[in-house]
C-alpha cells in the first residue's frame, strides 16, 4: 500500500490561513490503513486545526471535514462535485496522487496536501510501516529470492553485498537488516542459493521514474467511446 505520514498542524495552518472557508477530504483506502488520512485522523486534525487558527486570531476560518472512498479515481470525486463550491481551499489527506486528482478536478480551487507520501510499503508491527517497493516499473523479484535489492539494499546492489556487512545490518545504518543477508537467508531456506551465483544483468531504468509520468493502459479493460 501507499504510505504516507501527516503534515503537523502548524504547516497545514499556514497554508490555509488566508482562507475563509475550508474543506478537509479525507481518504478511505491506503491512508486510512497506515492511520494518517482517514475519517478518524481528518476528524482529529480539523479539531486541532481550528485551535491553531484561532491562536493567530482566525478563528473565523470554516473548517469543516469529509472522507471518500478513494481520492485516486473520479467516480469517488463526484461525490464531492457539489459540495466543494461551498469552500474556497481543499486541503487533501490523500496521498500525491489524490491531491493532485482533486487539483485536476477542480481546476479553480486551490488544493493543499494534508500528508507527505512517503513510498509502497507494508504493515510491519503496530504502527510502524516498512518500505518494500520502489514502484521501478521492471520488477526483479523473481531472481532474488522474492526480495527486492533495489529497496532492502541501502547501495540497490545487485550482485551480492558491498562488503561492509556486520551481523546481518547494513553499514549505512546498523538498525538496518542487510538486504544481501536477507535475500542470502531465504535463498538458503528455498533450496536455490546456487542461482545467486549467476551475474545479475544491470537494471532497465527505462522504466522508472526518469522518463516523465508512467501510464499502463489495459486494451482489454478499456471501454472504446
Not at 136 to 147: D, K, P, V
Request: charged share 25%; hydrophobic share 35%.
Amino acid at each position: 500500500m501507499i504510505v504516507a505520514d501527516r503534515k503537523n498542524v502548524q504547516e497545514i495552518r499556514d497554508m490555509i490561513k488566508d482562507h475563509d472557508r475550508v474543506l478537509l477530504v479525507g481518504c478511505g483506502t491506503c491512508v486510512t490503513v497506515c492511520l494518517a488520512g482517514g475519517e478518524r485522523e481528518v476528524g482529529i486534525l480539523g479539531s486541532a486545526l481550528r485551535m491553531a487558527l484561532k491562536l493567530i486570531g482566525r478563528g473565523n476560518v470554516v473548517v469543516d471535514e469529509c472522507t471518500i472512498e478513494r481520492q485516486c479515481e473520479d467516480a469517488f470525486i463526484d461525490i464531492l462535485a457539489t459540495r466543494v463550491s461551498e469552500y474556497d481551499a481543499v486541503v487533501s489527506f490523500g496521498c500525491g496522487a489524490g491531491v493532485q486528482a482533486l487539483a485536476e478536478r477542480f481546476g479553480k480551487m486551490p488544493v493543499y496536501p494534508g500528508l507527505n507520501t512517503q513510498f509502497i510499503g507494508i504493515l510491519e508491527s503496530q504502527g510502524v510501516w516498512t518500505e518494500k517497493c520502489a514502484g521501478c516499473g521492471n520488477c526483479r523479484l523473481g531472481e532474488f529470492a522474492g526480495i527486492c535489492p533495489i529497496t532492502r539494499c541501502a547501495k540497490h546492489m545487485f550482485n551480492g553485498p558491498c562488503g561492509g556487512s556486520r551481523d546481518g545490518k547494513c553499514e549505512v545504518n546498523p538498525d538496518l537488516e542487510c538486504g544481501w543477508q536477507l535475500i542470502y537467508d531465504r535463498a538458503c531456506a528455498l533450496g536455490i542459493l546456487e542461482r545467486l551465483g549467476a551475474i545479475a544483468e544491470p537494471h532497465d531504468w527505462s522504466t522508472g521514474l526518469d522518463g516523465g509520468p508512467r501510464k499502463v493502459v489495459r486494451e482489454d479493460q478499456r471501454i472504446n467511446t
